[in-house]
């Protein structure tokens, strides 16, 4: 099935203020938008607390509550809509140019993918939520009306071959008795809740390695070609050596500290096509 067609959204700072560009896949503009960013007008409401500590689940209840009146609505989402139409006028401005784009083109009408590629003088603005882009009409993101990603500006593009299901992942668990607990269990059900469907059907298959020390990570990767590693533990960094490490286990149960220079030989030449940091 062929993915839906792209806009791309290059965000750079100008002076003081951003300019964010909006190009369909074959490099035309759809619309142009220079806009302030004031962190103090994005916070008051903290929808990125809401999405990381799960204090309630705003996009299922936006979602089943798509088609009713804003003003029923109950405070707290009226202002997410709020808070969407700003960040939605980041990018688009009025939106008008957006949408007669979007009418007009039948291969972007039903869905497209959002790419917002930030330049690093940008940086300010990669962690907001533009999952609540709204359109003054609906939640564009949390309605599958466009998929959003994030892409540093002229990043080079991935082209990995494509590999035959199943999809084989291994999360490797790393706690060292010297550093804080981590909800590792929580962890572990959220993957295995959004795979259970895929695996059921022999489409994904999950090895979790629970002796997380560097030499069984070695082993592992031997013995099967996983195509998803994910790592999940602590992560520091050494300021001594100006370098950031993962905390893997010794023998003894105590932090191992491995850094690129170990782990790029062991990764490279696999049949790896990501790898996740939960650090």
Same mark, same amino acid.
């Given at each position: 099935?062929?993915?839906?067609?792209? %806009?791309?959204?290059?965000?750079?700072?100008?002076?003081?203020?951003?300019?964010?560009?909006?190009?369909?896949?074959?490099?035309?503009?759809?619309?142009?938008?220079?806009?302030? +960013?004031?962190?103090?007008?994005?916070?008051?409401?903290?929808?990125?607390?809401?999405?990381?500590?799960?204090?309630?689940?705003?996009?299922? *209840?936006?979602?089943?509550?798509?088609?009713?009146?804003?003003?029923?609505?109950?405070?707290?989402?009226?202002?997410?809509?709020? /808070?969407?139409?700003?960040?939605?006028?980041?990018?688009?401005?009025?939106?008008?140019?957006?949408?007669?784009?979007?009418?007009?083109?039948?291969?972007?009408?039903?869905?497209?993918?959002?790419?917002?590629?930030? +330049?690093?003088?940008?940086?300010?603005?990669?962690? %907001?939520?533009?999952? /609540?882009?709204?359109?003054?009409?609906?939640? %564009?993101?949390?309605?599958?009306?466009?998929?959003?990603?994030?892409?540093?500006?002229?990043?080079?593009?991935?082209?990995?071959?494509?590999?035959?299901?199943?999809?084989?992942?291994?999360?490797?668990?790393?706690?060292?008795?010297?550093?804080?607990?981590?909800?590792?269990?929580?962890?572990?059900?959220?993957?295995?809740?959004?795979?259970?469907?895929?695996?059921?059907?022999?489409?994904?298959?999950?090895?979790?390695?629970?002796?997380?020390?560097?030499?069984?990570?070695?082993?592992?990767?031997?013995?099967?070609? !996983?195509?998803?590693?994910? /790592?999940?533990?602590?992560?520091? !960094?050494?300021?001594?050596?100006?370098?950031?490490?993962?905390?893997?286990?010794?023998?003894?149960?105590?932090?191992?500290?491995?850094? *690129?220079?170990?782990?790029?030989?062991?990764?490279?030449?696999?049949?790896?096509?990501?790898?996740? %940091?939960?650090?």
């Amino acid at each position: 099935m062929p993915l839906p067609p792209e %806009l791309r959204v290059e965000i750079r700072k100008v002076g003081d203020k951003f300019h964010a560009v909006t190009e369909r896949a074959s490099g035309g503009e759809v619309c142009a938008n220079t806009f302030d +960013h004031d962190p103090g007008k994005l916070i008051h409401f903290e929808p990125q607390w809401m999405l990381e500590k799960g204090a309630r689940l705003p996009a299922e *209840a936006l979602r089943q509550d798509a088609g009713a009146d804003n003003t029923a609505r109950p405070p707290d989402d009226r202002l997410l809509i709020q /808070y969407g139409q700003r960040l939605y006028g980041y990018l688009f401005g009025d939106g008008q140019k957006l949408k007669s784009f979007l009418e007009f083109n039948d291969a972007y009408r039903p869905q497209a993918r959002l790419t917002l590629c930030l +330049h690093p003088d940008a940086a300010a603005l990669w962690s %907001l939520p533009w999952e /609540y882009l709204h359109d003054g009409q609906e939640f %564009l993101c949390l309605d599958g009306r466009l998929l959003l990603s994030r892409l540093p500006l002229k990043l080079g593009e991935l082209s990995p071959a494509g590999a035959a299901p199943p999809l084989r992942l291994l999360v490797v668990i790393a706690g060292p008795d010297d550093q804080h607990e981590l909800d590792f269990e929580r962890e572990i059900a959220v993957i295995q809740d959004a795979l259970d469907d895929a695996m059921r059907a022999g489409q994904v298959e999950v090895d979790f390695l629970d002796d997380a020390t560097f030499p069984a990570l070695q082993d592992a990767l031997s013995r099967k070609p !996983y195509h998803v590693l994910h /790592y999940t533990g602590h992560g520091a !960094y050494v300021e001594k050596e100006k370098r950031g490490v993962l905390c893997f286990e010794d023998d003894e149960g105590k932090t191992d500290r491995v850094g *690129a220079d170990k782990l790029r030989p062991l990764l490279v030449g696999r049949d790896l096509r990501l790898v996740v %940091l939960s650090a």
